[in-house]
């Protein structure tokens, strides 16, 4: 209906200063409106890009291999184990979360509920 709308005001053409007050308002008001919206549905699915994800993978290799080089056979094990393990575990995180806000909607824990979109339709549809 917004389309046929918009295609119905879109050809219109006002007769008065009032009038043309009056379209001129309703066509700003429907371009924040699909701006607003742009900006939403922007944010919904998948905001990085393969070649990012590419490179964060490549960069935390790097980290890791980075860290064996620093393995010294007076230390023992479980210092080195220590500094590796606790490097590697913050860079998987950190790629975790980054997978986790790359995809913010699901039904999973922790992801975003469409509960507003839900509480709205039901007071449209009781009007």
Known sequence: WGVALYRTVRDVVPA????????DR???????REDARQSRVHGAEGL???PLWL???VVSATVFVFLLFFADSAE??????LLMGSVTLVITLLLCLLAFFDHPHGHQVGKLQPTAMERALVLLVGE
């Open 16 to 23: 008065s200063d009032t009038q043309q007050s009056a379209y």
């Open 55 to 57: 490179v964060l993978f």
């Open 26 to 32: 309703w066509m700003d008001q429907t371009a924040a």
């Open 48 to 50: 990085i890009p393969l």
């Open 76 to 81: 023992r094990a479980a210092t080195q184990g």
